[in-house]
């Protein structure tokens, strides 16, 4: 079993729909937790940072850490066609960058 | 403020020559970090300096991989010989210091033919 796991897509759904994008770990000792955003041909930019369990709202974006179950979830309300890239979820045991474990990224296509 | 900055953004080589790749980190940021990307995957870290000294290079190949930072600011990644394994996006990151937000670069894609 990987570490963490997360499903690659790609999900297409349609402009104005809320997205639900996931992840689950098996490592208890993650305390940090994160999702990154990537455009094509682009690096990885920071979206969401939440410590430890509950929600986290940023806009149009909410994380939720659920970690009696290891499952994370990022969604994403009134979603836009500048929405699609590829999220990956990370996450680490200390905290900021160091020893991030990635999930392989979830490829989401907003239709407009 | 200027972000981090990579290159080559492209390289094509065969098996068994040598590459080497370039990172200019955020001014002022001590920790900087090399990631491999491989196509459908996400990022794994392959080396991590703290200033000018390795913090963390376990899962660096260190029989054909190695990775200098010198005077704590610009890094190099070198690659010698490289196989067909290797084709992959390396990613440059940053941060201030330890635990805090890295920042990306835009990746050097390696294609090893």
């Known amino acids: 079993q990987k570490e963490v796991e997360q499903d690659p897509g790609p999900l297409s759904v349609p402009e104005g729909a809320i997205v639900s994008l996931n992840c689950t770990y098996s490592n208890s000792a993650f305390q940090y937790f994160m999702w990154y955003r990537q455009y094509s041909r682009k690096g990885p930019e920071l979206l969401m940072y939440?410590?430890?369990?509950g929600n986290k709202e940023d806009g149009r974006f909410t994380a939720q850490v659920d970690k009696s179950s290891k499952y994370i979830s990022l969604f994403i309300r009134d979603s836009q066609p500048s929405d699609s890239a590829t999220y990956l979820c990370?996450?680490?045991?200390?905290?900021?960058?160091?020893?991030?474990?990635f999930g392989k990224g979830t490829h989401l296509i907003i239709q407009p | 403020e200027a972000g981090v900055a990579q290159s080559p953004r492209y390289k094509i080589i065969e098996k068994r020559q040598s590459v080497a790749f370039w990172c200019n980190p955020i001014?002022?940021?001590?920790?900087l970090y090399w990631y491999q990307q491989i196509l459908g995957q996400g990022p794994k870290l392959l080396i991590q300096?703290?200033?000018?000294?390795?913090?963390?290079d376990s899962q660096l190949p260190k029989d054909r991989f190695s990775a200098e930072r010198l005077k704590g600011v610009d890094s190099t990644l070198k690659i010698q010989p490289a196989k067909l394994e290797d084709s992959a996006v390396y990613l440059c990151?940053?941060?201030?210091?330890?635990?805090?937000?890295?920042?990306f670069g835009q990746g050097t894609r390696l294609t090893v033919v």
């Open positions: 990370a996450m680490s045991v200390g905290g900021g960058a160091d020893g991030l474990t």
């Open positions: 990151a940053s941060s201030l210091m330890k635990n805090t937000e890295a920042f």
């Open positions: 001014s002022g940021h001590a920790t």
């Open positions: 300096f703290q200033n000018n000294g390795v913090v963390d």
């Open positions: 939440t410590y430890s369990s």
